[in-house]
């Protein structure tokens, strides 16, 4: 007897006196995981106030040039970089608000809003940059820097995104809506994190949620049967209930012997946040994206304004993949851009559907007709995707892709110090408004 094993394909040739090559084949379920992090989380709270600081400066110079990293420890946050804006934005205040607004205003924490100190260690971005970026004419803005991005879809999903990533960042985001009600778990601190794994079929198909592990932060004496408990009675019913696509996975979840719910597993988490591990900005790419079943360029995005491809054409590639996933071109879409620093046009443009298309036509073919469609220089993306708005602090909490796209009011404190509200659409990226033009390229 012998085997051969290659991916989820499982080969046996049995021989007998009836038949010398008698073959069985066998195909296998596999199994997928993705992770998420809370805004409470070190890392994030970092991002979050790298680009509450850009979404400042961006309010009041929409073509200002941000390079911001933030460094948060505990009762300490540094904030260096480089920035070219032609006005004043008061730095402190700006960083102890989006602290108070994830939820560290108890000294018990270690880190806390109103008394943690603030280093600020910014400085004029570099002309060699500059002269490489800026241009006469707008649309032949260079790239800030050399590079590949990725973006990926899904139909996995109604928002196309995979659904293991999907999932992991609705139970945190849901995680934290219950500690901010405060009527629940009451005992619920910031900082928390989620994992979640998913058999899939040999056709890709979700089959079964396999296993689920929280890690929440919590007060002081609270046992990890109570909020294993919680999680059960409380969190998971409230996902179920009020998502759609993976409302029947959770149910079936919570009836299946052999999946497993892992709580808080190393039985305590008190000491949490920036005071149990230094957050650094950038440091949460994959969490930021597709959760590792898509690429990465390896950029990050946060506090970069979108003269930086690593941000801008992330989301321009997002764009284009949701949009060949939505018109029907492919069941999954994976899109890759790369550009030199100072240069206008990109320097490649590939696809990759995984062997997935739905139309006759090879993947560079696809990729032939998406060049031709989508303009993908720098100034034209910030065009297009509206990206000089102050638009990003939403972006560092919950993923940057598969969002809702929507106008909001938002709050900025001036060069004055004064607070003042205006609209900002979000997650432009997000939306599928050309998909008309997408259907009528490929005959569809």
Known sequence: ??????????????????????????????????????????????????????????????????????????????????????????????????IAKIGYTKAEYKFEAESCGILTALHAQSQDINMGVSRAKEEEQGAGDQGMMFGYATDETDNYMPLTLDLAHTLVYTLARIRKEGKQMTYLRPDSKSQVTIEYDEQNRPVRIDTIVLSTQHDEGVTPELIKKDIIDILLPRVATRDSRYGHLLHAFLEDKKAKLLVNPTGNFVIGGPHGDTGLTGRKIIVDTYGGRGAHGGGAFSGKDPSKVDRSAAYAARWIAKHLVAAGIAHEALVQVSYAIGVAEPVSLYVNTNGTALVNLSDAEIAAKVGELFDLRPAAIIRDLQLTQPMYEETARYGHMGRTNEVVTKTFIDSEGNEYSRQVELFTWEKLNRIEEVKAKFGL
């Not at 505990?74 to 608000?97: F, L, P, Y």
Request: hydrophobic share 40%.
């Open 1 to 98: 007897m012998c085997h051969k094993t290659k991916q989820s394909l499982v080969v046996f040739c049995l021989s007998t006196d009836v038949a010398d090559n008698l073959m069985y084949t066998f195909y296998m379920n596999y199994l997928f995981t993705s992770e998420s992090v809370s805004e409470g989380h070190p890392d994030k709270v970092s991002d979050q106030i790298s680009d509450a600081i850009l979404d400042n400066m961006l309010a009041q110079d929409p073509h200002a040039h941000v390079a911001c990293e933030t460094l948060c420890t505990t009762g300490q946050v540094v904030i260096a970089g480089e920035v070219t804006c032609n006005s004043w934005v008061d730095i402190q205040r700006i960083a102890r608000k989006t």
